[in-house]
């Protein structure tokens, strides 16, 4: 629309939504959680050369004590993502980081720990490994997140082994906790691998009543040639 100098009037350009800060080398993955006012963790993974390798690194910042700590550790691949949660509800937050492994037996390596105010180092914990049970026809594509304070867990269960496995379209979901600075373990869904063939026990009580009737036959021709014979 043109003003009174003959000038057309140009429209605001769209605001753009701001880019995420690339992360300088040697550093490939940084996420804050912030878990009270004061209290935060910058947790970053980092190393030069071979990605499926490197360390990583919790920054805990307690502005209001004014307190920094580090905690540090080898990673085995690369972070998929970082959970906090209290699952022992004791007012120390946990910090779980989840890597996906290039190992194609365990898939997935969680690295956990539970911060302590009194204490200036982390509590590491223990993940437990699945059990043969649990591990049945998993293929990794793990799927974590929090729920009312606990770990879910959830993966699809394959069919068959190697190459020729193929999604059997169940899941299998566990929930994890926390007590006494161990870990607790709970399966909630039952899948396909549960379910066990039932017997064919019609065909027997039928075969067992073929057989009654045969013997029941016998026994009474039997009868009958003994009263002949009385006779």
């Excluded at 013997?215 to 009385?230: D, E, G, I, T, Y």
Aim: glycine fraction near 8%.
């Amino acid at each position: 629309m043109a003003g009174c100098g003959g000038q057309e009037t140009k429209k605001p350009a769209a605001p753009t939504a701001p880019k995420k800060p690339e992360l300088m080398a040697p550093f490939r993955f940084h996420k804050l959680i912030e878990v009270s006012p004061g209290q935060s963790y910058d947790i970053l993974s980092w190393g030069r050369g071979a990605e499926e390798a490197g360390s990583f690194m919790i920054l805990h910042s307690d502005s209001s004590a004014i307190k920094y700590t580090t905690t540090t550790g080898d990673l085995d691949g690369a972070i998929i993502d970082v959970y906090n949660s209290d699952m022992d509800v004791d007012g120390n937050p946990e910090i779980l980081i989840q890597a996906k492994s290039k190992d194609t037996t365990n898939y997935t390596s969680i690295y956990a720990f539970e911060f302590n105010d009194n204490n200036s180092k982390a509590n590491k914990l223990d993940f437990p490994k699945l059990t043969s049970s649990q591990r049945k026809g998993y293929r990794g594509n793990d799927n974590f997140y929090i729920k009312e304070g606990k770990l879910m867990r959830e993966f699809p269960i394959f069919n068959g082994t190697g190459k020729d496995a193929k999604p059997s379209g169940a899941k299998r979901q566990l929930e994890y906790g926390l007590r006494g600075n161990e870990f607790t373990v709970k399966q909630l869904s039952k899948d396909s691998t549960d379910v066990k063939q039932p017997d064919n026990q019609p065909a027997k009580t039928d075969e067992k009543k073929s057989s009654d009737i045969q013997s029941s036959s016998s026994s009474k021709s039997s009868k009958k040639k003994h009263k002949r014979h009385r006779g």
